[in-house]
């Protein structure tokens, strides 16, 4: 995503506090937390559209949940571990890469953060438009099987995805489209290959989505299309990047014209300065200003010499 690199590279902004930060963070995520929540849960239409969803994966022959929900659910080595990846790894990896943007590349941070909040803003949108219902909801008949369910007892989660026992009525089970986890993943890793200096760390930058998009599907948490679809929702907030923060400097920029105590204007003198940048002539002096006796002396026979010149023409005639 050359944009997102290039407004991420371009910015010029100093790092903001982290005093600012977390509320603004903490605000951003509650918000997204309860649009989630409040995107109304229309199940048959939500059924509708999976199904819509693996029809046309099959007539493209993109069908590859089947496979690896087979895998998982039948070696346990695998699935469990997927299990623990979905249900936490979405929630710790996103925040350390934001917090290690802050500490260590500070100058690209602000693009980053903004990015990363346009995208999910968009996620959200997608829910709001399109709930999806995700492959472990569909009826038993269309092959898939809830791995977070049938390895419950290894973990926190219960039945409601990776919420934990009893509070599956605290997310939206529905809002499979755009898959936000996959989004997420290629946020962390192009900033990881872009702005890490290890090989370990780009490597992980590449590592880290794939290994997201096999554990989705392979926990029937997403089908195929809602990976790509999370993917674009991060394309589409890349190229946003750069407006979303030239409308937010205009917005700032506002409120601290509002907020900015109007200087009091500077008020005349009520004595103007004489010689501020004058000059007098030869002989003329300043009403009030003191001479010393060679002034004097020299203004007498200025004066002497003055009458002099005038009186010799008359003596001529």
Not at 118 to 124: A, I, Y
Not at 224 to 242: E, K, N, S
Request: hydrophobic share 45%.
């Amino acid at each position: 995503m050359p944009h997102a690199t290039a407004a991420i590279r371009t910015s010029g902004h100093r790092r903001p506090r982290w005093w600012t930060e977390l509320p603004l963070l903490a605000v951003v995520y509650g918000l997204y937390s309860v649009g989630r929540l409040l995107v109304r849960e229309d199940i048959p239409a939500a059924v509708d559209h999976g199904l819509a969803i693996l029809r046309i994966e099959k007539a493209l022959f993109l069908n590859a949940e089947h496979p690896l929900n087979r895998l998982l659910t039948e070696h346990a080595a695998l699935g469990v571990p997927a299990d623990f990846a979905y249900a936490s790894l979405h929630y710790l990896v996103t925040p350390a890469v934001l917090v290690w943007m802050f500490r260590r590349r500070s100058a690209a941070y602000r693009a980053a953060r903004t990015w990363l909040m346009t995208s999910t803003v968009l996620g959200l949108a997608g829910f709001a438009l399109m709930p999806t219902c995700p492959p472990r909801l569909l009826d038993a008949r269309h092959g898939f099987v809830d791995t977070m369910a049938q390895y419950s007892s290894y973990g926190w989660w219960g039945t409601g995805a990776s919420a934990p026992r009893g509070l599956s009525g605290m997310t939206n089970q529905y809002a499979a489209m755009p898959s936000l986890h996959v989004g997420w993943a290629v946020w962390c890793g192009l900033l990881l290959w872009r702005h890490g200096r290890h090989p370990l760390v780009r490597a992980a930058g590449i590592a880290y989505p794939l290994i997201t998009v096999f554990v989705v599907m392979g926990t029937a948490n997403h089908y195929f299309l809602d990976a790509v679809a999370g993917a674009a929702v991060m394309g589409v907030g890349a190229l946003l990047t750069r407006p979303v923060m030239r409308a937010a400097d205009r917005v700032k920029d506002r409120v601290r014209a509002v907020f900015t105590p109007v200087a009091a204007p500077a008020v005349p003198s009520k004595y103007p300065v004489v010689s501020g940048g004058c000059k007098t002539s030869a002989g003329e002096r300043i009403p009030g200003q003191r001479t010393t006796s060679a002034d004097s002396s020299h203004a007498a026979t200025g004066s002497a010499a003055d009458a002099a010149s005038d009186d010799a023409p008359a003596a001529a005639r």
